[in-house]
């Protein structure tokens, strides 16, 4: 067969391929990433049930997402306040050894613009933060920190807990795996035990990742 003739079934194939996944309708995902950052490595699970639009082009979508953060040494976080941030009043904590997780409800978005390319983003909206406790000090006070029970958006300063946001790339291989890349902004905050400085028991640590991720589609 005439390589032309080859190239041509290629993209006939693929585009059928596509064409089959490109269509209105519930789907749902099983997607595994893991994430780096500075001082932190990340590890999520999630679901996603997402219903298609013009003619599956646009797909919008929610499902629980699972993820693990597992921290270096000295992570610094600061006043997680936001009348504290206003009033220029920050405290910060260098914390080792942060082993936090989250289980929350992330909505997401994906757009399909070509043959198996996809954009996309999500972000956790509420759920439940925990993890282990760590010894942590500030002005000579001794107590001890841990992840909050809530995690919740709420825009800007005012969000609580552990909270993971992404943008990505992805490419489907035909209509049930794909691969996902990008960066994610992290968020991960501790409860001291005793109030600190001005009052203040809550501390934030924000980040920006890399990530890969494996989708599959049953």
């Known amino acids: 067969m005439p390589i032309r003739h080859r190239i041509m079934l290629v993209l006939v194939l693929t585009f059928s391929g ?3 996944a490109l269509e209105n309708g519930w789907t749902h995902d099983l997607d595994v990433a893991v994430g780096f950052g500075t001082g932190t490595v990340t590890a999520a699970l999630t679901e996603v049930s997402a219903f298609g639009l013009f003619d599956g082009r646009i797909r919008l979508g929610a499902g629980p997402r699972l993820v693990g953060v ?15 941030i206003a009033a220029g009043r920050i405290e910060t904590l260098a914390v080792s050894g942060v082993r936090s997780g989250a289980l929350n ?3 997401s978005a994906r757009v399909r613009v070509w043959a198996g390319l996809e954009f996309g983003a999500n972000i956790d909206v509420v759920g439940v933060g925990f993890g282990r406790t760590r010894s942590v000090s500030s002005g000579g006070l001794q107590t001890e920190a841990s992840p909050p029970t809530l995690n919740l958006l709420a825009l800007g300063r005012k969000d609580q807990g552990t909270l ?3 943008f990505f790339v992805a490419w489907w291989f035909g209509d049930r795996v794909a691969l996902r890349a990008g960066a ?9 035990r005793v109030p600190l400085q001005d009052g203040n028991d809550r ?4 980040s920006t990742q890399v990530f890969a991720a494996v989708t599959v589609r049953p």
Do not use: I, Y
Not at 184 to 192: G, N
């Open 70 to 84: 597992f921290g270096g040494d000295g992570l610094t976080f600061s006043t997680a306040d936001a009348d504290l």
């Open 105 to 107: 409800l992330a909505l």
């Open 164 to 166: 993971d946001s992404e």
């Open 18 to 20: 596509t064409a089959s």
């Open 203 to 206: 501390f934030r640590r924000s």
């Open 184 to 192: 994610s902004h992290l968020v991960t905050e501790l409860v001291t």
